[in-house]
Every structure is written in C-alpha cells, then in structure tokens.
C-alpha cells in the first residue's frame, strides 16, 4: 500500500492499481491523517477541519468516512479484527504506515538525507520529480491544507536549489539554466536562487549573463525592498568579475542544520506564516531562531542585526510558548546588541532592544532578567520615539505592554498603551499591530468590568483579523466571550453555570490546536475554578485536570474540597509569590482564598497588600479569558482575616 498526497491525494495498491478511496470527503480524512506524520488527531479537530460550520451529525459523518476508509485500505482484513493502517488511538485516529510508503514522508526524510550527505543527490532528484502537482492539491479551501501546501512548498524550493548547489558544487549543473531561470521567474525574493542561476549560466561559459543576472537581482532588491544583495550574491558576483567563481565544492549559500532558505527569506516567511496559527506558528518560531542563527554565522553583524529584529510579530501573553527557544533569540539579540555597541544605528539597535523586551515574557524571567527586559522596552521605546518611526514605535510599544505587569492593578496603564497603538496603527495603516491594540484594549477592559468596551473591541479585532488572515484571534475573542458568560452566570437571570463551563469547554477545544502552549497549559482549569468560585462552590477535583503553571496556586483550594485540611495548610504555606504576569491578580486572590479557609492570617495580610491597587479590577480578567469575580471581594475577606484577633 502507498499512500500520495503530492498532487492530489491518492492510494495505490503494491502493484500500482488505485484505491478507491471514496469521495471528497474521505480523501480529506486521508489526507488530514497523512499531515499529522503518524500522531493522532483527536475527532473533534478532525471535525473542525472538515467543516467550518459542523452539522449537527458531523461525528457521525467523520466515523462513517473512517469506517469507509479503513474498508478501502485493508479489504482482506477479517470481520471484528482491529485494524493496523488506520487505527483509534485515545479520542481519535491515527494513520501507521511505514513513511517510505507515503510519498511525502518520503520526500521529507530524502532532503533531510540530502542535507547531510551530497551522496544523496540523485535520490532528492527522484523525490522532487514525484511532485504530481501542489500539496493536498484536492483539499483547496481547508485551512489546514493551505497551511501545509505553504508550508511543502517552501521545503520543494529549498529541495530544488540543494539539488542544484550539490550538481554545482560537484562541477555539474550547467545545464540547470533553464529550470533556475524559471525558479527565479517565479520566487524572484530568493536570493540563494539567483546566486545558482549565476553560477550556472558561468559554469555554461555565459561569464555575461551571469552578471548580468547578478546586477538584475541587485536591483530588484534595492528598487523593491530597499535591501542590499546578502553577503553570499556580493562575493560570488566579485569573483566573476575576477574570473575565480567558487570552485567545485565551495558553497555559495549559507545551509546550516534546517535551514530552508537563505536567513533573509527564512525570516520574512516565518514572520508571515505565524498569523496563521497552529502547525505554522510552531514551524515559524523554529525557522525564525534558525534564521538569526544562521544570519550569525555569516559574521555579518549589520545582517544579523536585521534578521534578528524583522520578526515584529505581535505578541499579547506574558508566558512564552518555547521558553529556552525564547531565551536563545534573546541571547543572541544581546550579542549583537554588545557587537554594534553605543554608537551602532539606531533603528537596529531600537528593533533588537524590543526583540529582547518581546522574547522575555515576565512569567519565565527572574528578578535580574526582569529588570534588564523593563530596562529594554524602555530603550527601545525611547530610541523609535526619536528616530519617528511609527512601525518601529509600535513594536517597541509591544514590549513595553509585555513589561508591564510589574505589580497588580496595572490595567489602566495598559490600556493607554493599547490606545497608542491602535492610534499608531489606524494612522499608518499597519493592521497587523491594530489587532495588537485592539486585544490589549479587550484585555484592559476586562480587567476593570467593562464588558461593553471589551466587546467592542472583539468585534473590531475578528474584523481586522479577517482582512489580515489572522485565524488566531477568533480563538482569543472566542474565550472572552465565554468569560463574559462566566461572568453574567453569577449575575440575577444570567445565563446557567453549566452553560459558562460549555462555553469554556468549546473556547478551550479551539486553543488546544492553536499553536500557543504557553497560554493554552491550565488555562481551562483555572477557568473552572474561577467559575465554581464565582458560584461559591469549592474547586474541581477531577485528578486529570492539567493545571500546568497554575497549579501550585490552585493545590490548597482543590485539597480543601477534598477535606484535606492539613495537607492543604502545608500546601499554602509553599506557595510562591505569584510572577509578574496576565495571571498575578487571580494567583494573589487564590492565595487569599486560601488563606482565609484556613485562618491564615499572615498569608492573608500578603495577599491583601499586593491587592489593594488591583481593587477596582476583576480577577484573572487581564486575561481577557476568565474571570474569579471582583478583586474587591477577595480583598474584603483578605482584610477581615489579618485583622481578626
């Protein structure tokens, strides 16, 4: 049995004869299942893949299709036996084939392979000739699709001009001219490209030509994007110049360990592709680090300067999602930073100050790191203020929101800055960062009550995403609206506590796939317990519940539901202070929960005393996801156990 989705998806048959696979449908489920690379994909993702509208019976229909499926794919395999190619695992489905039986398994391992060892050349040829057409070209208008067709595309282009550099490098390749021509033709941004369609047309004896296509690639990059040709175009185009073009076996791009592309072209797509959320949000982080890495190798510091500080992707939680990959972009930002020194330009140096306020999210940092990431958004803040570019000012504004949970009740503080960037935005048109200000303002007026205001800002943000193509924003918009529900469920004709904890439920199947473990790791059972605090019922039990960071805050609430007094106690007295975080109000407030169960008076003064400028805010509410209720009624009860006596 293979599998082929390079093309449109297909199955064969050990002696070449189809599969039939069913209708569109069914090839969908086939397809979704290949792109997974053998891990499971839970039934409920399945189904919002398939639908974007869900009908009422889209379980069953996906069941169907699967049973349909497995028929096709193991007809011999007896009546009541399980199956072994399409397989349940956990709450979905799975696919198990060897990856040399799908095609595009096949085609990733071979560049890989080809990436390590030039022997491999002839086998990346043959895997780049099995290219039937686009990706999954059969599913057009699925997200996930589209999202891996960008994604493959990428790893066939870089496929092509490997390909290309070990001929070239191995005194081959003049008769590429034709194929990179057209390559060039149609990516004219890939600056590795026209260094081989330089190095063809003079290893054809076509010195001319080759320079010529050189000085056009020159050009279109001055006059278009108002960037220099990278280091690697201006050393081959000197020596043809001298007639000492890089011999056989000399690399004239740069292709350390993963990397795609050349680092300017790494890092442009890997800024674009992180709008679209899930797989494409983890594959950009991973290319960005990449691509400043690369960008250091080459020694170019004004280079590595730009490509470390190109990746302004707005960003609206204080926990980082890849914390040590955070941690190496900023280290290298510092570097370079060091390298340029005090007298380095200034936009370069404005760009990699804000990269190291944006990467060091204040959950992860400690006191020092804290205090150098508050120092940076202030520098880079300062250095876009005078140099009066609104671009830059509004990334630097993005750290100084992601610096500005230094103590609780910060939420009016915020909001101006919110303002200011959405003014910035909607005055110079950069809608990206406008659904940055519109989600800071949604979060800042959560977190005072205003719940109108928040809505507000919502509906303006999921409209902006819809012309930026910025999926993840409904996944934000939709848990506010489910923390609004929270909310008017403890109010007088509310909504029920059960329909708040379905809403949560369907906010918190939306972020599981979104790409964004940093928030997505026990959000959605500290909404519950925020939800049954709300009701005054004692915190939820289930022992499978994923508390993540939460759960030391969390712990002596949920023992004291199970009667456990004592244990309870020991697990107050270990509680942290909360870090400087979206979280710190509704940590505090656990905390004084806690602490007035149990009598604790001391613990109970702490928690009032970090919560008395937070007494106009909502608990957990800065998050713009869930609330605990108002800060002021924990503080009420905070003040009447440290004063009790």
């Known amino acids: 049995m293979r599998i082929d989705v390079l093309g449109a998806t297909r199955a064969l048959r050990d002696d070449g004869s189809p599969v039939d696979l069913g209708g569109p449908r069914h090839r969908e489920v086939l397809a979704r299942l290949v792109a997974a690379e053998g891990r499971m994909v839970t039934t409920d993702t399945l189904v919002d893949d398939l639908w974007t509208d869900p009908p009422v019976r889209a379980v069953g229909a996906l069941r169907t299709f699967v049973a349909v499926l497995r028929r096709a794919l193991e007809p011999d395999r007896p009546p009541r036996n399980p199956p072994h190619v399409l397989v349940t695992e956990g709450p979905g489905y799975a696919l198990r084939l060897p990856r040399e039986d799908v095609d595009v398994h096949r085609f990733q391992d071979t560049l890989a392979r080809a990436r390590r060892d030039s022997g491999a050349v002839t086998d990346l040829g043959a895997a780049l000739a099995a290219w039937r057409g686009p990706a999954y070209a059969d599913v057009p208008g699925s997200a996930w699709a589209q999202r891996e067709r960008t994604r493959l595309e990428e790893l066939r282009l870089e496929g092509v001009e490997l390909h290309?550099?070990?001929?070239l490098d191995s005194g081959e390749g003049a008769g590429l001219v034709a194929e990179l021509g057209a390559l060039v033709a149609e990516h004219p941004w890939r600056e590795p490209a026209w260094g081989l369609l330089a190095r063809a047309l003079y290893r054809a004896g076509r010195q001319a030509d080759a320079l010529a296509t050189l000085r056009r690639a020159r050009t279109m990059l001055v006059e278009q994007l108002g960037l220099d040709p990278g280091a690697d175009l201006q050393r081959?185009?000197?020596?043809?110049?001298?007639?000492?073009?890089?011999?056989?076996?000399?690399?004239?791009?740069w292709t350390g360990p993963g990397v795609r592309l050349g680092p300017r072209t790494t890092v442009a797509l890997a800024r674009t592709l992180a709008l679209a959320g899930g797989d494409a949000l983890v594959h950009s982080r991973r290319d960005r680090l990449t691509a400043a890495q690369a960008a250091e190798h080459t020694g170019d510091l004004s280079l590595t300067a730009q490509i470390i500080g190109a990746y302004d992707v707005p960003a609206i939680w204080s926990r980082a999602d890849d914390p040590e990959q955070s941690r190496a972009v900023v280290a290298a930002a510092e570097r370079t930073l060091t390298a340029l020194g005090p007298d380095g330009p200034a936009d370069l140096s404005a760009r990699l100050l804000a990269t190291v306020a944006v990467e060091s999210r204040s959950a992860d940092l400690s006191g020092t790191e804290l205090k150098r990431a508050q120092q940076a958004a202030r520098q880079a803040e300062a250095l876009a203020r005078d140099l009066a570019d609104p671009a830059l000012l509004t990334f630097a504004l993005n750290g100084v929101f992601?610096?500005?949970?230094?103590?609780?009740?910060?939420?009016?503080?915020?909001?101006?800055?919110?303002?200011?960037?959405?003014?910035?935005?909607?005055?110079?048109?950069?809608?990206?960062?406008?659904?940055?200000?519109?989600?800071?303002?949604?979060?800042?007026?959560?977190?005072?009550?205003?719940?109108?205001?928040?809505?507000?800002?919502?509906?303006?943000?999921e409209q902006l995403a819809a012309a930026t193509e910025a999926p993840l924003v409904s996944v934000l918009t939709g848990w506010f609206r489910a923390r609004a529900t929270a909310a008017r469920s403890a109010e007088p004709g509310g909504p029920t506590a059960a329909t708040a904890a379905a809403h949560y439920r369907a906010a918190e199947d939306a972020l599981r796939t979104a790409g964004m473990p940093g928030?997505?790791?026990?959000?959605?059972p500290l909404a519950l317990l925020g939800l049954r605090l709300l009701h005054d019922r004692p915190a939820p039990t289930d022992p499978h519940l994923d508390w993540g960071p939460y759960r030391p805050w969390a712990r002596p609430l949920v023992l004291l539901a199970q009667d456990r007094v004592e244990e309870a106690r020991a697990a107050l007295a270990a509680v942290p202070e909360p870090p400087c975080d979206h979280m710190q109000e509704a940590l505090w407030c656990l905390t004084a929960r806690a602490a007035v169960r149990l009598g604790e008076r001391g613990i109970a003064a702490r928690a009032e005393a970090a919560l008395r400028d937070a007494r106009a805010e909502h608990a957990g509410a800065a998050s713009g996801m869930l609330t605990l209720g108002p800060v002021s009624r924990y503080l009420a009860e905070a003040e009447a156990c440290a004063g009790a006596g």
């Open 519 to 524: 928030l997505h790791r026990g959000l959605f």
């Open 402 to 461: 992601l610096q500005s949970f230094t103590r609780p009740g910060l939420a009016a503080v915020r909001d101006r800055i919110g303002a200011e960037i959405l003014d910035l935005t909607t005055r110079h048109e950069l809608p990206n960062f406008a659904v940055l200000g519109r989600l800071v303002r949604l979060q800042s007026a959560s977190a005072l009550g205003d719940l109108d205001a928040a809505a507000l800002h919502a509906k303006a943000a």
């Open 236 to 253: 081959l185009e000197r020596g043809i110049l001298n007639e000492s073009a890089p011999p056989e076996g000399a690399r004239t791009t």
């Open 164 to 167: 290309a550099r070990i001929l």
